[in-house]
Every structure is written in structure tokens, then in C-alpha cells.
């Protein structure tokens, strides 16, 4: 994706996490200028060895001169960490820049930073993400985004870099709804898919064939093709963490407090997910649902 997309502007890449750092690598690849800042150091230095550019010792030397600051850090504390005070971003960014935010973070601190942003003459838009680890590495992330459409209209070109959709929900705030709206999909789908493979597998049946079989009907989802293979094998080591999802159920069920939406699965799965971090698993991936199901044929 990323070498149809030369814009050849200045922007800064704000949070070199497994997300962020491919996300970064592709805006180089497509031509930007590109200033990193990462909280250890040392994955900076890697980041420019491996695709160029420059790496900055603050979030506001990063943003000086840029056009375009994006941010991919961990949750709402560590977006206020890096945007406000006297060495945050916003402390560096030119009038008119703006801040584009991947993180999942909450609807709250959108509107937050988006109107601080407007008091000091810069732009805000929150950007979260679908597409996970490897959505990332192969630039084609899914952005939902929330903020003033001319705005976005004008970003897009570049965010195209490490994204294959990237579409305007609404007003601030709007882009982190509708990715928690994403998240309790997922953790429904994840849920039901561990619970069928747990049922195939307790009948004796040959997963791998009927999970290909599945996925060609009503019953097929993104999780079902990636993940399906893995979890019949109890292969968890990559992915999207546990720990994150669990940040990002508890997003979702604080939001649901707020409106009076009602989410008894979304409630139900993130327990099972503290399970999972009470057994050790928080650094699992999110199929590891499937680990807390008797998989295990029952002898005659």
C-alpha cells in the first residue's frame, strides 16, 4: 500500500509499539519526512535504522514543523502524557497541524483533547484502528475516525500509507465509539467461535476441515479464517494481547454505563478474559478464549 501513497510532507510518529512502528515505517515508505518519539529510547534508534528519518528525545521536539503528528500509545493517561505539558506534542505543533490519534482510547478524552486543540489554533482527530498486528505490518488498517471532515479529508492521503479503509464516523469522539463497537463484535464472534471449535472438537470432528467448511457459509468472520487454525492447535503467542482487549472492554462497558446501553455479553467475555490474565495469559491472544472450554473428547 504504502508506495502508492508519496505525499512527501513532514509528520511524527508518536508511540513505536507493535502497532505503531509499522504504521511508522510505512509513512516512510511512502515518501514522508518522518520524526519518531518512543518512551524507550532504544526501540527509536531501531525504528531509524531500519527505514531512516530522525528520532526526538520529547513528544515536542518530534511535532516541531510537522504537518501531521500521529499518536499510538498504550491509554488515556498515556495520550494526555504525550500531547499536553510543557514537553507534549501539542507544545510543538504549528498553528493549523493536526494531531491524529490511533490510539483506542475513550470518547471522553477525544472531546478533551479535540477542544483544547481548537483553544490553541490546532486539529484533533481521534483515529482508532481495526486490523491488529499483522492489519499493521502489511498496511491495511481499517481508521475510524471522529473530527471536522475538511480536516480528515486533508490527512487522508497520508494515513492511506498503513490503511486500506479510512472513513469519517462524525463529530469529536465519534471514531472511539465506533471502534468499541468493533470490540464487542469481536469479543462476541471470539467467544462463539471458541465454544464451536471446543463443541467440534469434544464430537471427534476434524476441525481444520470443518473450519473450512464454516468459513465459506453465514458462520465465516475474519477470526474464523485467521484464528481458527491457531486455536484448534492452542497456538496463542502473537496477536492482539489479552491485556489490550480487556483495556478496551473496559472502555466499552464504561461508555454503555454512561448511554444505558445494555451489554451482557461484552460483560460476560471480559470476565472470561480476567480469567485468562489470572492463569498468566494477559500477553496471550484474544482466541485464547477458547483455553478456558473442555476440549477434550469424552472416551466411551
Not at 132 to 153: K, P, R, S, W, Y
Request: hydrophobic share 45%; charged share 20%.
Amino acid at each position: 500500500m504504502a508506495d502508492q501513497n508519496k505525499t512527501g510532507i513532514k509528520v511524527a510518529f508518536i508511540g513505536l509499539g507493535v502497532m505503531g512502528y509499522p504504521m511508522a515505517g510505512h509513512l516512510a515508505k511512502a515518501g514522508n519526512e518522518v520524526t519518531v518519539y518512543n518512551r524507550t529510547t532504544s526501540k527509536a534508534v531501531r525504528w531509524v535504522e531500519e527505514f531512516g528519518g530522525k528520532m526526538a528525545l520529547t513528544p515536542k521536539e518530534a511535532a516541531q514543523d510537522c504537518d501531521i503528528v500521529f499518536v499510538c500509545v498504550g491509554n488515556d493517561d498515556d495520550l494526555r502524557s504525550v500531547v499536553l505539558g510543557e514537553n507534549g506534542a501539542f507544545a510543538g505543533m504549528k498553528k493549523g497541524a493536526v494531531l491524529w490519534d490511533d490510539t483506542t482510547d475513550s470518547a471522553t478524552v477525544a472531546q478533551e483533547l479535540y477542544a483544547k486543540a481548537k483553544e490553541l489554533d490546532l486539529n484533533f482527530v481521534d483515529a482508532p484502528v481495526s486490523g491488529g498486528q499483522a492489519g499493521a505490518e502489511n498496511g491495511v488498517l481499517t481508521v475510524m475516525c471522529g473530527g471536522d471532515e475538511d480536516v480528515i479529508n486533508q490527512c487522508i492521503p497520508v494515513a492511506n500509507a498503513f490503511a486500506c479503509s479510512i472513513k469519517r464516523i462524525g463529530p469529536s469522539g465519534s471514531g472511539q465509539l465506533a471502534k468499541m463497537c468493533n470490540q464487542i463484535c469481536i469479543a462476541g464472534i471470539v467467544q462463539g467461535l471458541s465454544e464451536a471449535i471446543a463443541f467440534g472438537k469434544t464430537a471427534g470432528l476434524d476441525m481444520p476441515l470443518v473450519l473450512g467448511v464454516l468459513e465459506k457459509g453465514a458462520a465465516g468472520s475474519w477470526q474464523m479464517a485467521n484464528r481458527g487454525i491457531t486455536m484448534d492447535l492452542n497456538q496463542f503467542d502473537f496477536g492482539f494481547a489479552v491485556d489490550w482487549m480487556r483495556k478496551d472492554l473496559g472502555l466499552c462497558l464504561a461508555q454503555a454505563n454512561k448511554t444505558g446501553a445494555v451489554l451482557p455479553i461484552t460483560a460476560l467475555v471480559d470476565q472470561f478474559y480476567a480469567e485468562i490474565q489470572n492463569r498468566g495469559g494477559g500477553r496471550w491472544d484474544t482466541s485464547s478464549l477458547i483455553t478456558l472450554l473442555n476440549t477434550q473428547p469424552k472416551t466411551k
